[in-house]
């Protein structure tokens, strides 16, 4: 379903007069499998995310193709209705002068709905994240992490995409609500089953949700493993991070 195929991606020395350009992804191929939930884990600046905004056409490799069902996701009319993404700043996400409502609707606006027919949609998409139909008057200030989250997450599934690209998504939430919004991601990935890239620094929140995992170090594929398969990694680097995590 989604082919990255060899992708290199350099951005330009901060300095005017400093040369090189500082190269963040090399020679990046993969492909994720309708439903499957694949986990891209690594250190913090490996260029997972930006890895991420290219899967999402929000940026575009310097060389290589990054294809949705053989189609160019650099068009918009590619990614529309199939790619959504949920990511870590929860509170940006949102438009502050929103009410859920609102939030809800903008996508929902895109698909020619009658308004009956997009109120009780809202107050599905609610349920499914886990969040009463009262919620759809509140403001975001007038959230919590894991109550914003489950809204960006509602917003994310509306359109039922066929690739759901999740970067640091549960990151800035505490302990005991981020294992419930994994939790609530393992259901819907079941229910709806739409694939997942779950790009994390945490490998055992990956574990918990994903089927594969690709291991991601300075812009490369380290090593691709099946969640089974974790205590068996070859690469110290992979080891290294299943030590630190205590997995
Ligand atoms: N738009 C940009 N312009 C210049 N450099 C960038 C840009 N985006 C990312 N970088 C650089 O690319 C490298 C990889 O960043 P990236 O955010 O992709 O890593 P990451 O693995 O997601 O890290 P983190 O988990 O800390 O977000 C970093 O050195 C970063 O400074």
């Not at 060389?63 to 009319?77: H, I």
């Not at 009262?134 to 509306?158: D, F, M, T, W």
Request: proline residues 4%.
């Amino acid at each position: 379903m989604l082919e990255v195929q060899s992708i290199h991606k350099s951005f330009k020395a901060s300095g005017w007069l400093t040369g090189k350009p500082q190269k963040v992804l090399h020679d990046v191929s993969f492909h994720c499998l309708p439903g499957e939930c694949l986990g891209i884990i690594g250190e913090s600046g490996s260029g997972k995310s930006t890895l991420g905004r290219l899967i999402l056409g929000l940026d575009q490799p310097d060389s290589g193709k990054v294809l949705f069902e053989g189609q160019p996701v650099s068009q918009a009319k590619v990614r529309r209705g199939n790619m959504s993404a949920v990511f870590q700043n929860y509170t940006s996400s949102m438009n502050p002068y929103f009410t859920v409502r609102e939030a809800l609707l903008e996508p929902l606006g895109l698909q020619s709905r009658k308004e009956e027919d997009r109120e009780r949609r809202m107050k599905e998409l609610l349920f499914q994240v886990g969040l009463s139909p009262a919620y759809l008057n509140k403001a975001p200030h007038e959230l919590s992490g894991g109550e914003a989250q489950r809204v960006c997450i509602a917003r994310a599934i509306s359109t039922q995409p066929k690739l759901i690209v999740m970067d640091e998504a549960v990151s800035s939430l505490d302990g005991s609500v981020q294992l419930q919004v994994l939790e609530l991601l393992k259901g819907l990935h079941k229910q709806l089953n739409t694939a997942y890239i779950f790009i994390t620094h945490d490998i055992q929140a990956a574990a918990f949700l994903c089927d594969r995992i690709l291991v991601f170090r300075q812009g490369r594929i380290e090593e691709s493993l099946h969640v089974s398969e974790l205590q068996h990694a070859q690469s110290d680097y992979t080891r290294t991070l299943l030590s630190m995590s205590m997995y």
